[in-house]
């Protein structure tokens, strides 16, 4: 198991900014998102979080039919959005670091074999790279 010199000194560690890039590359990372989202979207502690703040808000208590539900929609907006979004924002952390069913353990897998693919390509020789001649 001999590597050349010239090939062991030149190997490094990827960096976060090449990994990030070859999650990216790898669409790795867009699943990792698409899956994040629809756990989200299956999350039954939000949905009643969200559905008890539209239902309990001022906004929806004193909607009358003169006004379009867009209205409605912005006047919702204006009076939780800061507070939905903070509890959307607590459900994703729950979603991405619960220990059963959480995605930490996909994240670290995908970022071990983006770092292994880097890491693989730093040492296959380059093709431009001078040949030895004996």
Do not use: Y
């Not at 629809?38 to 208590?61: G, K, N, P, Y």
């Not at 952390?93 to 071990?112: C, F, K, N, P, Y």
């Amino acid at each position: 198991m001999d590597r050349p010199a010239e090939a062991s000194a030149a190997s490094t560690i990827p960096d976060s900014d090449a990994c990030v890039a070859h999650l990216k590359a790898s669409l790795a990372l867009e699943r990792l998102r698409t899956l994040a989202i629809q756990r989200l979207e299956h999350d039954e502690r939000l949905r009643q979080s969200i559905e008890e703040a539209v239902l309990h808000s001022r906004a929806f208590t004193t909607f009358s039919g003169e006004h379009s539900n867009r209205h409605l929609i912005g006047s919702l907006q204006a009076e939780l959005g800061a507070d939905l979004s903070r509890e959307a924002l607590r459900a994703l952390w729950r979603v991405l670091t619960e220990a059963e069913g959480g995605m930490s353990s996909q994240i670290d897998d995908a970022i071990r074999a983006a770092l292994c693919q880097l890491h693989a390509q730093e040492l296959q020789p380059h093709p431009n790279a001078a040949k030895k001649v004996d």
